[in-house]
């Protein structure tokens, strides 16, 4: 063999042969090449055949057939003057430059990619994202300008040249792309967030918000953008790990001040059977009694960013009203009163004769003395004139006595309604006339007033 076609080989045989080198001699190594795999073994010439049969002075031992397997695929990549990522591009790419399909590929090309990329093969696309975004070669060094690109949403995917920063820019950047379009998404005309505003119109007011208002919200970000949804809760509400993480994962509501508030589920078996017992006896009726409630939520340390929020509820009691039945408050019956009109009727003289005067008589003194005492309070010798009057007021000043008894109040359930739009107020006293056995679904609505009343 002459020195030029020595030079010939040098370049790429004999890397090959090199690579190649196993523990055999040059006699076993033509039986070795005779198999299947490696019989391109047999068409190297002597001389590179003995090299890849080894040589004494430079034998290496290869423990693993596949690593010969990737050297076998190697070798034609390189014989094709290729490097590893040209073919990986060339092998997967499906449009040009300009965006236009490729066509011609092979029908073996087009089955051996879809049989790839349908994930129909030993290892999947993404057990081979996840090697190469482990493997320690893709990781660049803490003094590389590229290490300070990882998750990064600022420098482009494409210019990173370290797999592990790349492949992490790459799944934020589209993470980035589908969290801003989903906003755009959910405010579209489809998309159900939405309200129509005009020149003329006044904006969204208190009044366009109900009780069901955040859970339709919380529906439709749920089902129609599962990602955002997710991101959102995982960011806001992150998992107790342990004590030491208290700070990170402390709550919204780990303080509170509350108002008049009670949890929603208070009253047993017993006082629903009561309840209906009343609400739905001929001879007797019951009162309910408003009250809204406020909770007002703080949060812990004020570095931890989350927002001090009210929750607003209504609550409600009921009682037995002690001489009230159905008779006295039958709808029915009230409107035959308001029917007659005898207010058109009444004049200064028959309201005048509707007054009690001898009684008025005795109380307008004890009014006096009640405004003269509460002004003169201060004075010692006026306390005891305070405790006389008390005692004149229950002997003279009262009419219609009634003698004090015990009045079981119950608790209905508390609901989430905010009592001072009319809207929510309508749904609140829905919900408990219902509790008192009248729902307006069955039509099983009794035909009596309700006295009902609250305090602030």
């Keep these: 063999m002459s020195s030029d076609e020595d030079m010939d080989i040098s370049d790429n045989d004999m890397e090959i042969g090199m690579i190649l080198t196993i523990p055999i001699s040059p006699s076993e190594a033509t039986q070795f090449a005779s198999q ?15 090299i890849a049969g080894g040589i004494e002075a430079e034998r290496t031992k290869v423990k693993d057939v596949n690593l010969l397997k990737v050297e076998n695929i190697l070798n034609v990549i390189s014989c094709e003057a290729w490097t590893i990522g040209e073919f990986l591009y060339f092998f997967s790419h499906a449009k040009d430059e300009n965006g236009v399909n490729i066509t011609g590929h092979s029908s073996k090309h087009g089955r051996t990619l879809g049989i790839f990329l349908s994930g129909r093969s030993n290892y999947t696309p993404a057990r081979i994202i996840e090697e190469w975004i482990q493997h320690p070669l893709g990781i660049p060094n803490k003094e590389d300008a590229e290490y300070q690109y990882m998750f990064s949403v600022l420098k482009p995917y494409e210019d990173i040249g370290h797999a592990h920063p790349a492949l992490t820019s790459f799944v934020a950047q589209l993470v980035e792309e589908h969290l801003l379009t989903s906003p755009i998404a959910l405010v579209s005309p489809d998309g159900g967030l939405r309200h129509a505003s005009g020149i003329q119109s006044s904006g969204i007011g208190d009044q366009k918000f109900g009780a069901e208002t955040l859970h339709s919200a919380q529906d439709i970000l749920r089902m129609g953008h599962p990602l955002l949804w997710h991101y959102c809760i995982l960011v806001a509400t992150p998992k107790q790990r342990n004590r030491l993480s208290h700070a990170k994962n402390a709550s919204n509501d780990t303080h ?44 812990w340390f004020e570095h931890i960013v989350h927002e001090t929020h009210m929750l607003i509820g209504c609550a409600r009691t009921y009682c037995r009203g002690e001489g009230l039945t ?66 004149l007021y229950h002997q003279i000043g009262t009419k219609q006595k009634v003698s004090p008894q015990k009045t079981q109040i119950y608790l209905l359930k508390s609901n989430g309604y905010n009592e001072t739009g009319t809207e929510e107020h309508l749904k609140a006293l829905i919900d408990f006339l219902t509790q008192l056995g009248q729902s307006p679904g069955l039509g099983s609505y009794a035909k009596c007033l309700v006295l009902a009343g609250g305090t602030d």
């Design 36 to 50: 299947e795999s490696y019989s391109w073994l047999q068409s190297l010439p002597a001389s590179q055949s003995q």
């Design 256 to 299: 509170t001040v509350s108002r008049n508030y009670r949890p929603p589920e208070t009253y047993v078996k017993a006082d629903q059977l009561a309840i209906l017992k009343i609400a739905s006896s001929d001879d007797e009726s019951g009162v309910l009694r408003f009250n809204n409630m406020q909770k007002q939520v703080k949060a």
């Design 326 to 391: 159905k008779d006295v408050l039958s709808l029915i019956k009230k409107r035959e009163w308001l029917e007659k009109n005898l207010c058109a009727k009444l004049m200064f003289g028959e309201l005048w004769d509707l007054v009690d005067h001898k009684f008025l008589s005795d109380v307008l003194p004890l009014e006096w003395l009640a405004i003269l005492f509460d002004y003169m309070g201060d004075i010692p010798d006026f306390q005891t004139y305070s405790v006389q009057l008390q005692g």
